[in-house]
Structures are given as structure tokens and as C-alpha cells.
């Protein structure tokens, strides 16, 4: 069954995009990443909160604008959203509530990655117990404002497990699971 992944790029101080949701921040920041590209060919699906879907692109003004991973993965793409465009966007599913874009996005992944995109959408996939692993690349800037990695003014406390943390060319691959309280593994390893 396919897995839910929250992957994103984030500054060290935690923020994901700038005020109003600026990603230029990161051009001339992204810079070859091994296990983001043996991560690629392993998302199936992506699951996309409609701000982001029409949102900045950090890619602009580059061969790989408007595409995911800047043209490097193509795919089924499922957008959350109450408020669907008019016509029809290649490609794209627009799905009006979490369960079933989540489960739309299981079934077209198959065994591999659903790709989640979006602040929002990865905080409500987490809140659903939906959310199987998480991986931040930390760039190494501060930007002091904007969109935070998860903000949820009195959210409950979530457990991790680090699976990987990798260094790589300007940046830091922090890649964990979330622990479930139902999971043997996790029991032995509260915090």
C-alpha cells in the first residue's frame, strides 16, 4: 500500500515559502540532491493543497516551470480543493474532501510514494493519521517569515523516528516516520 510523504524544502528557521507565499527563496539554492533523486521515480502520486497547486513556483523562469520536481516526475495528481477550476487540467484530479483525495492517491500510487504538497494539507493529513513519513530538506538560509513547515497554535505533540539524516550539496536530508501509538516499535521508543 502506498505511503504518504511529506517532502519539502525548508529554511533553517522553518519556513517552507515566504510572505505570501514567495518561493524564489529557494532558486540558486537547489542544487543536486542524491536522495531526493532516488526519492522521484518512487512517488506514484501526488497529493497537492490547492494553494500550492496555484501558488508560486520555484522553478519560474527555468525548462522545468509549472512541472513537479521541476519536470522531473510526471504523474497522477490530486488537488484538494473546495473550489475546482472551471475546465479541465491535464493530468490533474481536483477532489473536494481529505479522505478521498488520500484514498484516490493510494490506489493510483500503487506501492509507491504519495507525494504530499502543501502546508495545510500535510497538517491535516498528520491530524487524520494519514501521514506516514516526512522529509525536510533544511537550505541553509533564514527567511523570517512566511509559511511555516506545520503551524498549529496549540497542536498536539507528534512523535518521530529519524530514518536518514544525509548531508548534501548546500543542504541537510532529514527524512522521519511518524510514530504511531499502535506500533510495537514506537512503544519502546517514547520520548
Known amino acids: 500500500m502506498a505511503r504518504l510523504l511529506y517532502s519539502v524544502s525548508m529554511s533553517l528557521d522553518g519556513y517552507i515559502a515566504g510572505p505570501g507565499g514567495d518561493m524564489s527563496w529557494l532558486a540558486g539554492l537547489l542544487g543536486p540532491n542524491p536522495l531526493v533523486d532516488e526519492l522521484v521515480p518512487q512517488v506514484g502520486a501526488l497529493l497537492v493543497g490547492r494553494r500550492t497547486f496555484g501558488g508560486d513556483d520555484p522553478y519560474r523562469g527555468t525548462e522545468g516551470e509549472g512541472e513537479a520536481f521541476g519536470g522531473g516526475w510526471s504523474g497522477p495528481q490530486f488537488v ?11 493530468g490533474v484530479t481536483f477532489v473536494g474532501d481529505l479522505a478521498s483525495g488520500v484514498a484516490a492517491a493510494r490506489a493510483a500510487a500503487g506501492d509507491g ?6 502546508a495545510d494539507l500535510a497538517r491535516q493529513c498528520l491530524a487524520a493519521g494519514e501521514l506516514d513519513e516526512i522529509l525536510s530538506c533544511v537550505v541553509p538560509v533564514m527567511l523570517g517569515d512566511g509559511t511555516r513547515l506545520f503551524h498549529e497554535p496549540g497542536g498536539a505533540r507528534v512523535r518521530l523516528e529519524p530514518l536518514t539524516v544525509s548531508p548534501t550539496t548546500g543542504a541537510a536530508n532529514l527524512w522521519y516516520r ?6 510495537p ?7
Open 178 to 183: 511518524v510514530a504511531r501509538d499502535d506500533d
Open 185 to 191: 516499535a514506537a512503544l519502546t521508543n517514547r520520548v
Open 113 to 118: 510514494y504519495v507525494n504530499v504538497l502543501g
Open 80 to 90: 484538494l480543493t473546495h473550489r475546482p477550476p472551471p475546465g479541465p487540467v491535464p
